[in-house]
């Protein structure tokens, strides 16, 4: 009989994409998901996944759906919101959902952290999500931590964000940072996931990943810019106004064109090779998933 998975962020931008991967290769899924994501969860339904209701942090309801469960691969974060909101959904959710995969039998457990992810508490995000990795640590399960960098595809936040500026505004904004990134492709970070559950040399370690460029915020807006056809200014303006602009009127429920990734201050590197020596290949360059985005799913990109 094929293998059970239990899978939480089914719905969110990573889950869209390995889910119907995992079903090609023959995996059966138990997707959690929350009741209020219901009208999210179409696409979940379609693949044949098996829908659990269910939240990380009140998780006694589905506690028996981790029954018969051989691997659980936990992809549900936050990246947004207070310290103590980021905290309990991040690591205490992922804290008891690691205590219940234990008491069921389960034998494997792969996380997807950030880069970055460190004992600091004055970033509330990379925190959380190093205490989650730290509960997986001392769990005694056989674990796979992925740490990627920026993931870019159809309905990503982060390129997403800058291509409806590009398309709607008559400048580009950005903010002041000197940080570099290593975009990596979405079906380049399933591809990894999709070689943990067979490869036993990535389990028991944290792995970073990134693709196979270094480059600044305005370098990828320009590529953007490039392969959009289109001429615009770039304006700087100081990081920390325009963060705490993007921040405040977003909890008046109105949004800017940002990511929080946008205000990244230092650098969000995986090193060089870093996919090719963890998994054995060479993940697409962003002009080439851009391309390839904006060719055969144009209408992800523009919601």
């Not at 309801?61 to 659980?72: C, D, H, I, M, Q």
């Not at 460190?118 to 769990?139: D, H, T």
């Not at 959009?228 to 920390?240: E, S, T």
Request: charged fraction near 20%.
């Amino acid at each position: 009989m094929a293998e059970m998975i239990f899978l939480t962020g089914g719905t969110g931008f990573l889950g869209r994409y390995l889910v119907p991967a995992l079903i090609a290769r023959g995996y059966r899924l138990r997707a959690l998901v929350r009741p209020s994501s219901a009208s999210n969860c179409k696409g979940l339904e379609e693949s044949g996944a098996e829908l659990i209701e269910g939240d990380l942090r009140s998780p006694g309801g589905f506690a028996p759906a981790l029954g018969g469960v051989r691997t659980v691969i936990h992809l549900a974060a936050i990246v947004e919101g207070g310290r103590r909101e980021l905290l309990e959904t991040n690591w205490r959710g992922t804290a008891r959902l690691v205590q219940l995969a234990r008491a069921a039998g389960v034998e494997r457990f792969i996380y997807t952290s950030s880069l970055g992810a460190g004992p600091n508490p004055r970033f509330p995000y990379l925190y959380s999500v190093w205490l989650a990795e730290e509960e997986l640590r001392k769990s005694g399960l056989s674990y796979v931590i992925f740490r990627p960098s920026i993931l870019v595809g159809p309905g990503d936040p982060f390129t997403g964000s800058l291509m409806r500026m590009a398309q709607r505004w008559p400048v580009m904004i950005l903010p002041e940072s000197r940080a570099r990134f290593q975009p990596l492709w979405v079906g380049d970070m399933v591809k990894c996931i999709l070689q943990a559950l067979e490869a036993e040399h990535l389990w028991s370690r944290a792995i970073a990943l990134g693709g196979p460029e270094v480059l600044t915020l305005e370098e990828i807006t320009r590529l953007i810019l490039s392969e959009l056809g289109l001429a615009k200014p770039i304006v700087h303006l100081p990081r920390r106004p325009l963060r705490f602009l993007f921040r405040s009127l977003r909890r008046a429920g109105l949004r800017l064109p940002y990511a929080e990734g946008h205000f990244i201050k230092g650098d969000n590197l995986a090193g060089p090779g870093a996919v090719e020596a963890a998994c054995g290949f060479r993940p697409r360059a962003l002009a080439e998933a851009l391309k390839l985005e904006l060719r055969e799913e144009r209408a992800l990109w523009y919601p």
